[in-house]
């Protein structure tokens, strides 16, 4: 597979809370690949280190404080510590966020900002082109009269709108990789579809890879093909999207579908007819537990799982998982 | 209905103040007297054909003095705001920005807000000596803790906003940044400050001019008439009905246009947009 991005054993570290307090790890030993035109995604709980693995990416760690401790994040082939990342920002990487509400300047018109995303990679581009690039690309987003809206401030469009504006800042220069934190958490449902819809055709037209950062994995199931499962820091299980919903194998990962809400029938319920959840909370990343990360809160836990951490132990069909159930490829599911 | 008044208000401020602003620069061409030119034999008479304020002690022009006056005291109150919102965007950008320097810098600013500003002022002008320069200066360290503080809580808010994270994200560099996305959100508030700090400026360059503490006496301004003609209060009364009111009206209107200028440059707050 001709990988665009890949992770090797990533590890970052960021000052703890206090000052003080010893560093944490929010990341650590993070290892994955994204390949030409297609979309990984990403999933986990709030706090399992989904975002700041995106920040290490784009080189934006919270500063000060923030860094890489160990590990490689080879782009094109280059690796990114090397490179200039303000050039690389936005041309071949480039991100949207969680809330389109506010992450556009209220200041200028929607077209302005465009415009700045070329003009920070392209200072010599000429306005009346650069407006034509903008208006077609505001139409490719699906904005009715983009030539219009090219003037309108953000505060006059609506969510969705506004998402669609900010593919279109992502887009403009056709980066490579196109990282989605949450792209569709603060929208509604309906317009959440239409923008996934919408960078789905976008992402074969212009042949870019994705990373879905979600915590959602019914979004996961639809858009990704292939997806991670991280935890703690960690990923615990990686395989193509059909295969993972077919046979989730990680404890964690099966708590997390075994509480997904269906309408036909009881199977998120538990016996009294409440929402099945994983029990216990995930552990502060100041206290990790020493061995398997998720043991304290695992039904199928043993004493190895406590003293010792599992690696990933690859399975048939590009399935690997974290976890001693599956050590040496067998499996002792219970 | 509201609307309408507001309207109307700030119509009347902008134009008082282009009047004001008109008087002030052709002062010596629509004054029929010079501003220093004594008459004893016509002291103190009431507003008249010739005298349109009547005169003062010395029987000097009060039309005359009130409009060189208003030269004064607008470059006076210009000064000030020049010298305290430049200083003090400059420091609460710094202290925003940079944050190690942020505990000396703030904290320096919060002792001098601690002073009233008045008193502040008398301290500095009697370290510094009298003269325009130096009371300028001395107000406008006042009013620069004001600007100072607006703008380090501006800085600390729009630079965690999302749309600061975007730019970044899409490759803009951080000069870029600040002079593109942080400074012109913060324009509006600082076009208010600045209305304010004009409007009170003036009135405390009248309080230390009253005070004796300001443009030294030979200069007309509003303050220094309103000192000089205290003494003649029920024998004169124009003597401080003039520049009082000229003070009065510059600072209403100065208020009011800040008022307007903000809700005209806040894009959120405007009532219309062509074309959309």
Redo the contacts between chains.
């Keep these: 597979m001709n990988s665009l991005l890949s992770i090797e054993d990533l590890r970052v570290s960021i000052r703890g809370l206090f000052p003080g307090t010893d560093r944490i790890y929010p990341v650590d030993g993070v290892s994955l690949t994204v390949a030409s035109g297609e979309t990984l995604g990403l999933v986990g709980e709030s706090g399992c280190g989904k975002s700041m693995t995106s920040m290490a990416i784009?080189g934006?760690l919270p500063r000060p404080g923030g860094r890489v401790e160990r590990g490689r994040i080879v782009f094109r082939g280059q690796d990114l510590a090397g490179e200039d990342m303000?050039?690389?920002?936005?041309?071949d990487i480039?991100?949207i966020?969680q809330?389109p509400m506010?992450?556009?300047?209220?200041?200028?018109t929607v077209g302005e900002q465009i415009v700045?995303?070329i003009r920070?990679?392209e200072p010599g581009a000429s306005r009346g082109e650069t407006r034509a690039r903008v208006v077609s690309m505001l139409g490719k987003v699906g904005i009715p009269s983009p030539e219009?809206?090219f003037?309108?401030?953000p505060?006059?469009l609506s969510g969705g709108m506004r998402q669609r504006v900010?593919i279109a800042?992502?887009l403009i220069l056709h980066p490579g990789l196109l990282i989605a934190d949450e792209p569709t958490t603060a929208l509604d449902v309906t317009i959440q579809a239409q923008i996934l819809y919408l960078m789905a055709d976008l992402r074969r037209e212009m042949g870019m890879s994705v990373l879905l950062i979600t915590h959602n994995m019914g979004l996961v199931a639809e858009n990704a093909d292939r997806v991670a499962v991280m935890y703690a820091g960690r990923i615990v299980e990686q395989a193509p999207t059909s295969e993972l919903f077919r046979a989730p194998s990680h404890p964690y990962t099966r708590g997390l579908l075994d509480s997904i809400p269906r309408m036909t029938d009881q199977g998120a319920l538990d016996p009294d007819g409440r929402l099945n959840a994983i029990p216990g909370m995930v552990p502060p990343l100041y206290a990790l537990p020493g061995g398997c990360k998720f043991a304290p809160r695992c039904q199928s836990r043993t004493e190895r799982c406590d003293s010792e951490e599992p690696k990933l132990f690859g399975l048939a069909n590009g399935h690997s998982v974290r976890c001693w159930l599956f050590a040496d490829g067998g499996d002792r599911r219970v | 209905m509201r609307f309408l008044f507001r309207r109307w208000t700030a119509l009347l401020g902008f134009l008082f103040i282009a009047v004001l602003l008109i008087t002030a620069a052709a002062a010596p061409v629509i004054t029929p007297v010079s501003p220093q030119a004594m008459n004893p034999a016509e002291k103190l008479s009431p507003p008249s054909g010739l005298y349109r304020f009547g005169t003062d002690n010395f029987g000097r022009d009060v039309f005359s003095r009130v409009v060189h006056g208003a030269r004064t005291s607008l470059i006076g109150g210009g000064g000030v705001v020049l010298f305290a919102t430049a200083l003090g965007v400059l420091a609460g950008a710094a202290a925003g920005y940079f944050r190690r320097i942020e505990p000396y810098l703030m904290r320096l600013i919060d002792v001098m807000m601690a002073f009233p500003p008045l008193l502040l002022a008398l301290v500095l002008v009697s370290i510094l000596g009298r003269g325009m320069l130096n009371v300028v200066v001395a107000v406008g360290v006042t009013y620069l803790t004001r600007t100072a503080r607006v703008v380090y809580a501006l800085t600390l808010r729009i630079r965690e906003?999302?749309?600061i994270?975007?730019?970044?994200?899409?490759?803009?560099?951080q000069a870029?940044i600040i002079a593109?996305?942080v400074l012109?959100?913060m324009?509006s508030p600082i076009i208010v400050q600045a209305t304010f700090t004009f409007a009170f400026s003036l009135l405390d360059l009248a309080a230390l001019d009253f005070l004796g503490l300001g443009i030294p006496p030979a200069i007309p301004s509003w303050g220094n008439m309103l000192s000089e003609g205290r003494l003649y209060l029920t024998r004169a009364p124009w003597l401080l009905l003039f520049p009082g009111a000229c003070i009065v009206l510059t600072v209403l209107s100065f208020n009011i246009a800040g008022d307007a200028l903000r809700d005209r440059l806040d894009?959120?707050l405007s009532r219309s947009?062509e074309?959309?």
Excluded: C, Q, W
Excluded at chain 1, 86 to 91: F, N
Excluded at chain 1, 102 to 108: D, R
């Design positions: 784009m934006l303000l050039k690389i920002r936005g041309r480039s991100m966020f809330d506010t992450s556009l300047n209220p200041v200028y700045e995303a920070a990679h219009k809206r003037d309108a401030y505060h006059l900010m800042m992502a | 906003e999302p749309y994270e975007a730019a970044v994200a899409g490759g803009v560099s870029a593109r996305h012109p959100n324009l894009p959120r947009v074309g959309v």
